[in-house]
């Protein structure tokens, strides 16, 4: 069993980031910018906010976290992502999720400007993910298939089964596998006796936040497991979906969680960040 190390490698690419950025700032002076919508209270978004406003500092971005209370209204989120599409100075827009009840997430993921859309959640970005055109790819399924690469794991013709299907991590992840040449399958709440795919998957990404979802009598030897949910137990330990200690001992394979997908998703939008801050160089210079 090997263990896909997303702490290693996204460190690994945080210095090739940073490396790059100083370029940028000597060539052009162009330094990349984030903004960042934070609406309400919820300790996990704000826990993972400050995670994305530190790797930003890591790397020399700049980066302005607009803070907003729970009971905003969606007009006055709509003029803060106005005001950032026109704004020379940032790059990349990200709108943490979930959003209160009263705000219609669809209506402003769609108001982003889509070469802005870092997270890849604007219907465009979507598309082109979909169609394997360039554009914004969502950071969770963008650093599995980067941890992938890491490792020389080629998935082309083989099964992969996606347990979950967000819009977030589960439906690109799926694309991403497609458009590596991977026969794809994907499992959600309704599946019917998830066992029975899963145990005939060379691969299998779960990221659904269900702690010990995945066990070993689930899995066939030698699989390669991709862990991409966080929960925390009654103790306060973060853990993932997977039976770790007795699935591990099955694999080829598997990330740890936390230390796995987690750090990748962070890198992943740093990238992001900085290819389209590059486009928006490229743009000025011509
Ligand atoms: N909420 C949970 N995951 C994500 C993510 O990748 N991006 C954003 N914007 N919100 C999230």
Redo the contacts with the bound molecule.
């Keep these: 069993m090997q263990l896909l190390d997303g702490r290693k490698l996204s460190k690994k690419i945080e210095l090739q980031i940073a490396d790059e950025v100083k370029e940028l700032k000597e060539t052009c002076g162009c330094t990349p910018g984030l903004a960042v919508v934070l609406v309400g209270q919820d300790p996990a978004?704000a826990a993972?906010v400050g995670m994305k406003k530190k790797a930003c500092d890591r790397v020399g971005f700049y980066s302005i976290t607009h803070d907003m209370p729970e009971n905003i209204s969606q007009e006055a989120i709509e003029r803060t992502i106005i005001s950032m599409n026109e704004n020379d100075s940032i790059d990349g827009i990200?709108?943490?999720?979930?959003l209160p009840p009263q705000i219609d997430t669809t209506k402003l993921l769609e108001l982003v400007d889509p070469a802005k859309d870092v997270?890849g959640?604007h219907p465009f970005n979507v598309g082109r993910l979909v169609t394997n055109l360039d554009g914004f790819v969502?950071?969770?399924p963008l650093g599995v298939m980067e941890l992938l690469k890491e490792y020389d794991i080629d998935v082309k013709g083989k099964n992969c089964v996606v347990v979950g299907a967000s819009n977030?991590?589960g439906k690109p992840m799926a694309a991403l596998l497609l458009n590596a040449e991977a026969t794809v399958e994907v499992c959600h709440i309704h599946t019917d006796d998830l066992k029975k795919h899963t145990l005939n998957a060379d691969v299998i990404l779960v990221g659904v936040g269900v702690i010990n979802l995945i066990t070993e009598d689930m899995v066939k030897d030698d699989v390669i497991i991709v862990d991409i949910g966080v929960s925390r137990t009654a103790e306060g330990k973060l853990v993932g979906d997977v039976d770790f200690e007795n699935v591990s001992k099955k694999s080829s394979y598997i990330t740890p969680s936390p230390g796995g997908v987690g750090p990748m998703?962070i890198a992943m939008?740093l990238s992001n960040t900085l290819k389209a801050a590059k486009i928006n160089a490229k743009k000025k210079n011509s």
């Design positions: 978004s993972y990200l709108i943490q999720l979930p997270d959640f969502p950071c969770t977030i991590v998703t939008l």
